[in-house]
């Protein structure tokens, strides 16, 4: 089965500027997980749905950040105006809500200067 | 809410060699645990999980883990590393339901020298 699949790989930006980052999860797998992985930490939840709907986006920046999955399949992460410290690895990730595992895609790495 | 704490930041070890690698976790509650491995540049690839039964857990390429309720742990081993399992590990834990999220804790990287 294909996997969990993420692009770009890789964004540069100056500060201000806007991106989005799309995911397409594993089909069949209804929730779908954004996390933000800054360099040399843990990834950090940022928002997962299930299905179309968000689920918990309480970890989310939401004056700048955005993110969608209009028809509980592919999704997008939005930056409006980023900042430096936004500079992190962005991985999505699937699973099916009944118990199975996390697949993780390879991240995009977002480099804000 | 659930922590995770993963001691060492960085482990050594030689080809042939046994890894332990340690994990401490606090909830109150019912936890998922599980590890990943990520090597550079890459996204995380699952290694295995506890939820309840038998407290050591096989999982890919030779891991096991052992949970201890007493000790809050779920400390992660492997008796003979190889230079390909030279990565950073993560240790997460998700509360009550799996499908909720998991919370990760700082990684160990482990280098593996020939």
């Known amino acids: 089965e294909a996997g969990v699949t993420q692009s770009p790989r890789y964004a540069v930006l100056q500060e201000g500027q806007a991106v989005s980052f799309w995911c397409d999860p594993i089909s069949g797998h209804d929730t779908l997980y954004w996390y933000q992985q800054p360099r040399d930490q843990g990834p950090q939840l940022l928002v997962y749905f299930r299905d179309e709907a968000v689920i918990d986006n309480s970890q989310l920046p939401s004056d700048r950040f955005s993110a969608v999955r209009p028809k509980g399949t592919n999704s997008t992460l939005k930056i409006q105006s980023a900042k430096q410290g936004d500079t992190a690895t962005y991985l999505c990730a699937s699973s099916h809500a009944e118990n199975s595992d996390y697949t993780f895609g390879s991240g995009t790495r977002l480099l804000v200067i | 809410t659930q922590t995770v704490s993963q001691s060492d930041a960085h482990v050594t070890v030689f080809e042939g060699d046994s890894v332990e690698l340690r994990c401490n976790y606090s909830?109150?509650?019912?936890?998922?645990l599980s590890w990943y491995i990520q090597h550079h540049g890459r996204g995380l690839q699952f290694l295995l999980k506890?939820?309840?039964?038998?407290?050591v857990v096989q999982g890919v390429n030779g891991f096991e883990a052992e949970f201890s309720k007493s000790d809050s742990s779920f400390h992660l081993r492997k008796a003979s590393v190889h230079w390909s399992d030279s990565a950073v590990y993560f240790c997460?834990?998700?509360?009550?339901?799996?499908?909720?999220?998991?919370?990760f804790g700082l990684g160990t990287r482990v280098s593996v020298f020939p």
């Open positions: 997460a834990v998700s509360a009550n339901n799996y499908a909720q999220g998991l919370t």
């Open positions: 506890y939820y309840s039964g038998n407290p």
């Open positions: 909830y109150g509650g019912s936890i998922y």
